[in-house]
């Protein structure tokens, strides 16, 4: 059993449509997190959620919405899309605040 | 902010050898992670740390969470090509959600 599952894992769009990436974790964790990674591998923080509550938005464009329609659930919406949103985001889950993350295996978004 | 200062940034080292690598931070975390990614995946969990001076081995992988609480470096003994993936460190401030992400590590291993 995959423990946090994203779909889809690739993602190709044009400019201007609106996609939504699911996520979805069977840990029992309380938290949720989006991540993006550029082309240069660097891993940012995007959102977290605690018990379906947004805790951490870093600064990122309005156009990306997340959902968490429960405690399992944490899904990204994005509008608008532009070329710079091609990136891997990723999906992850921590038993609480303060505990280590467990990563899904990611969603390649390319913008085109 | 609290950025992590992840180095080197790659190795290229033979089968066999061992691997160090640490992060340092201008801020106190209370936790300190060391993942692994491979091409293709997500980052997979390969030590976590939370208490200082703890010292955590996971088979050939050795990390410690430094005294200050502002760094924490991890070993790789007698390398094999399977090792060969990005490492990052991560940190984690106390009940704080916000988990900062190293650069990365990019480590190749020649047979």
């Known amino acids: 059993d995959t423990a946090v599952s994203q779909t889809p894992k690739y993602l190709v769009t044009q400019m201007g449509n609106d996609k939504s990436i699911k996520c979805e974790q069977n840990l029992g964790h309380d938290t949720m997190y989006w991540y993006k990674q550029d082309s240069k591998k660097f891993l940012k923080i995007m959102f977290s959620?605690?018990?379906?509550?947004?805790?951490i938005n870093e600064t990122v464009p309005n156009r990306f919405s997340p959902k968490s329609p429960d405690k399992a659930h944490l899904n990204l919406h994005i509008n608008s899309l532009e070329l710079g949103d091609s990136a891997v985001y990723f999906c992850?889950?921590?038993?609480?605040?303060?505990?280590?993350?467990?990563f899904g295996q990611g969603t390649r978004l390319t913008v085109v | 902010g609290q950025q992590l200062n992840q180095s080197p940034q790659s190795m290229f080292i033979q089968e066999g050898e061992d691997v160090s690598m640490n992060c340092t931070s201008s801020?106190?975390?209370?936790?300190w992670l060391w993942y692994k990614q491979e091409p293709g995946e997500g980052p997979v969990l390969l030590i976590a740390?939370?208490?200082?001076?703890e010292l955590t081995s996971n088979g050939r992988l050795t990390a410690q969470f430094g005294i200050t609480r502002k760094d924490s470096f991890l070993n790789i003994s007698a390398s094999i090509p399977s090792d060969v993936g990005i490492y990052f460190c991560a940190g984690q401030l106390y009940n704080n959600n916000d988990m900062r992400f190293g650069a990365g590590t990019r480590l190749t291993v020649k047979p």
């Open positions: 740390l939370y208490k200082a001076g």
């Open positions: 801020s106190i975390f209370n936790t």
């Open positions: 959620y605690n018990n379906k509550e947004l805790i």
């Open positions: 992850a889950s921590s038993p609480d605040l303060n505990t280590e993350a467990f």
